[in-house]
């Protein structure tokens, strides 16, 4: 199984900060890398998909690098709704997996 | 309006079972597979199973093999989840989610059914 390992498990950030979190897959799943958005008593949300293509209706403060193993997701001018825990996800090869969460909170 | 709307909450007792629905409407139910993952609270999310609703395969995360089946109605454009041998581990908040070929991601979400398990 391929493993997900996000880095850092929670960060604290302000209104209008802009946040990185990285996401290492245990081998290369080439492109198949998405991140997801998840609020308490809420479904998660699909945010980007394929590394970089920003799912429809998701703003252009978020987005999406990397290939092979190492990934990011970068949320600029943090806005108060971001407030949220992130999960990074493969589809390259089932079983599917996640990453544990980076959860982001308000300093 | 695209919706997967899943059915309600769940209490069972150590070794019975339990079947969740989640039902696809405003999009061709056959178009999109169907997955189901589940997270227990302050855990992971965890990858369970599959099925494209066109031919009916399945597939299955190892840890749930024998204990999950994943079934459709397509007259009623209904997926469920029956997981059977439940033990207080299985309490969890249950979804279903559907992908597309084109993008390999989990683009559509149920409301989640969350599912207890107690004696």
């Known amino acids: 199984d391929i493993q997900m390992t996000q880095s850092p498990s929670s960060l604290s950030a302000s209104v209008g900060d802009r946040v990185t979190m990285t996401c290492r897959a245990s081998?290369?799943?080439?492109?198949?890398l998405n991140w997801y958005q998840h609020k308490p008593g809420k479904a998660p949300r699909l945010l980007i998909f394929h590394v970089s293509s920003l799912q429809s209706g998701v703003p252009s403060r978020f987005s999406g690098l990397g290939s092979g193993t190492d990934f990011t997701l970068t949320i600029t001018n943090l806005q108060p709704e971001d407030f949220a825990t992130y999960y990074c996800q493969q589809s390259y090869s089932i079983p599917i997996t996640f990453g544990q969460g980076t959860r982001l909170d308000i300093k | 309006q695209e919706q997967l709307v899943q059915s309600g909450a769940e209490v069972k007792k150590p070794g019975a079972s339990v079947k969740v629905s989640c039902k696809a409407s405003?999009?061709?139910?056959?178009?999109?597979?169907l997955h189901w993952v589940r997270q227990a609270t302050g855990q992971e999310i965890e990858w369970m199973g599959w099925m494209n609703p066109n031919s009916g395969d399945t597939g299955y995360a190892r840890k749930f093999q024998g204990r999950v089946t994943i079934t459709r109605d397509t007259s009623i454009s209904t997926f469920y989840m029956e997981l059977s041998s439940l033990t207080s581990g299985d309490t969890a908040v249950y979804y279903c989610?559907?992908?597309?070929?084109?993008?390999?991601?989990?683009?559509?979400w149920g409301q989640g059914t969350k599912v207890i398990v107690s004696s």
């Open positions: 989610a559907r992908t597309s070929d084109y993008l390999n991601a989990f683009d559509l």
């Open positions: 405003g999009y061709t139910f056959t178009s999109y597979d």
């Open positions: 081998q290369s799943i080439s492109s198949f």
